[in-house]
Nanobody, 124 residues
Framework: QAHFVESGGGLVQAGGSLKLSCVVS????????MGWFRQAPGKEREFVSA????????YYADPVKGRFTISRDNAKNTVYLQMNSLKPEDTATYYC?????????????????WGQGTQVTVSS
């Protein structure tokens, strides 16, 4: 079982930046493929970004390409999501997730463990 501590969410104006962090404990962090998903009110949860166990391979959803950057520090058991040029449509609850099988996946069903979520609100 993995335990998550997410942080970094908040309220920001359009064009601003936020950096989300997710600290994971309970198993060797480097054995997890990690992902970020988001869910806006009234919408389904959607893929944002993922990163392989070693941090070499990254994946991004089209709406965030060029604006968001995923990274991980296996020594700190932490995955990050740097979000730049934020838009009101980025407003959502952001969740980090860990997969014991897949080293990076765009599908939410590939993930075994989920964080509690952190709210990101972008004002226009």
């Amino acid at each position: 079982q993995a335990h998550f501590v997410e942080s970094g969410g908040g309220l920001v104006q359009a064009g601003g930046s936020l950096k989300l962090s997710c600290v994971v404990s309970g198993r060797t962090f480097s054995s997890y493929g990690m992902g970020w998903f988001r869910q806006a009110p009234g919408k389904e949860r959607e893929f944002v970004s993922a990163i392989s166990r070693g941090g070499v391979i990254t994946y991004y959803a089209d709406p965030v390409k060029g604006r968001f950057t995923i990274s991980r520090d296996n020594a700190k058991n932490t995955v990050y999501l740097q979000m730049n040029s934020l838009k009101p449509e980025d407003t959502a609850t952001y969740y980090c997730a860990a997969s014991t099988i897949y080293s990076g996946s765009v599908s939410s069903t590939s993930y075994d463990y989920w964080g509690q979520g952190t709210q990101v609100t972008v004002s226009s």
